[in-house]
């Protein structure tokens, strides 16, 4: 993996925010850290320190010139939970394998929570686990395929906005909890879940129409109509992927079974589950 050198103006920014040397240490982390970084890329700097800080310290963004600079506050002890829930190892270990120390204390605290990420490896257990995160994240989801069904219904842009959008942003952290992706940055989860489930798989076509990425060709329907169906589909397709995790519990099939007929009572959707 390339690295961005770590510039003058980085030291400068760490010496800056850290002048007491209050902190445990600090990382360079996101695309800055990866060298993936454009002209709009913020540059997150992240300091550990031995408690727990207040709400508001926690984080914060300033410019430095024209440069974005996003810092971020968090206790070794958070640093040290990521391993052991699933919802943080999916969203920030390769964050933490991918990091820059910038300062470290003399015990090398840091250097070996980097060295932990960089040698992790799925046991059964946190597998398990992850997939009891997924299964309740998706039937969190249920709630946003009854908005878009609502808007749908009653032609509010609103809910439709609400529901299809909350499912689009849900479904890719629900099969990156299924599959165990461990995601690259913010902006590239999307993409690493769509080549797990297959680029040219069911899941990644209703994504990319419920986006709006790919234009449907359903033209009796205003896209926003369209892309509310489509996410209502995608919501239905992760049930399906799941479909062995949920039927090991009796209380998620029969939960599951009643959206999936919902979603099933609407001609609009049939139709387009129908023409794919």
């Not at 690493?192 to 990425?213: C, D, F, M, N, P």
């Not at 939960?255 to 023409?275: C, Q, T």
């Amino acid at each position: 993996m390339s690295q961005t050198i770590v510039t003058d103006r980085i030291k400068k920014l760490v010496a800056k925010h850290d002048s007491s040397l209050k902190f445990l240490g600090s990382l360079l982390v996101g695309s800055h850290a990866r060298a993936k970084h454009n002209w709009y890329s913020d540059l997150d700097l992240l300091f550990v320190a031995r408690d727990a800080p207040e709400k508001h310290n926690r984080y914060r963004l300033l410019y430095d010139h024209e440069l974005l600079v996003s810092l971020s506050v968090c206790s070794i002890a958070e640093m040290e939970e990521i391993f052991d829930d699933p919802c943080q190892i999916v969203q920030k270990l390769q964050g933490l394998r991918n990091a820059q120390i910038l300062r470290d204390r003399d015990d090398h605290i840091l250097e070996r929570l980097r060295e932990q990420a960089l040698n992790f490896k799925w046991t059964n257990d946190l597998r398990a686990r992850a997939n009891i995160e997924a299964i309740y994240l998706l039937r969190g989801n249920a709630e946003e395929v009854h908005k878009a069904l609502g808007g749908l219904e009653e032609k509010n842009k609103h809910s439709m906005l609400q529901g299809a959008w909350g499912i689009c942003l849900a479904m890719p952290q629900v099969l990156a909890l299924h599959y165990g992706v461990l995601a690259e940055g913010d902006n590239s989860l999307v993409e690493q879940v769509i080549a797990k489930a297959g680029r040219t798989s069911l899941w990644s076509h209703y994504y990319s129409l419920a986006t709006g990425e790919v234009a449907s060709c359903r033209q009796s329907l205003s896209p926003l109509a369209t892309q509310s169906i489509y996410s209502v589909l995608l919501y239905k397709e992760t049930v399906s992927m799941l479909k062995d995790s949920i039927e090991s519990s009796f209380n998620d099939k029969e939960f599951f079974d009643l959206v999936s007929y919902k979603i099933d009572e609407v001609p609009d959707i049939r139709a387009a589950a129908m023409s794919e």
